[in-house]
């Protein structure tokens, strides 16, 4: 079972900046695909965005396009979600996520999560 530890969550002011990170435990084919999502209160989970951890590879919701970049640094087996222009909406519970796969899309089956990082955005 991989093992994924969120950080970097907290509170911030519209038109701020986070960045989030997600340790994992291992760097394999199970963590080929990486992704970043996001639950709201009384809100169905949502895709935020992902990465192919081989090539480098980014698919992002129209939501977050823009203003959310994900990136991974392999040597430390760590991914991140740098996210600026924040708004309330964006207020949420943020997991992490990986898979086996190299169709990696957020629609992708991811097996392993972590336990969330939450983000807040109010003034």
């Known amino acids: 079972q991989v093992q994924l530890v969120e950080s970097g969550g907290g509170s911030v002011q519209p038109g701020g900046s986070l960045t989030l990170s997600c340790a994992a435990s291992e760097l394999s084919y199970r963590t080929s695909c990486m992704g970043w999502f996001r639950q709201a209160p009384g809100k169905e989970r949502e895709g935020v965005a992902v990465i192919y951890r081989p090539t480098g590879s980014t698919y992002y919701a129209d939501s977050v396009k823009g203003r959310f970049t994900i990136s991974r640094d392999n040597t430390k087996h760590v991914v991140y979600l740098q996210m600026n222009s924040l708004s309330p909406e964006d207020t949420a519970m943020y997991y992490c996520?990986?898979?086996?796969?190299?169709?990696?899309?957020?629609?992708?089956?991811?097996?392993?999560w972590g336990q969330g990082t939450q983000v807040t955005v109010s003034s």
């Open positions: 996520a990986a898979a086996s796969s190299n169709r990696c899309g957020l629609t992708t089956d991811f097996g392993s």
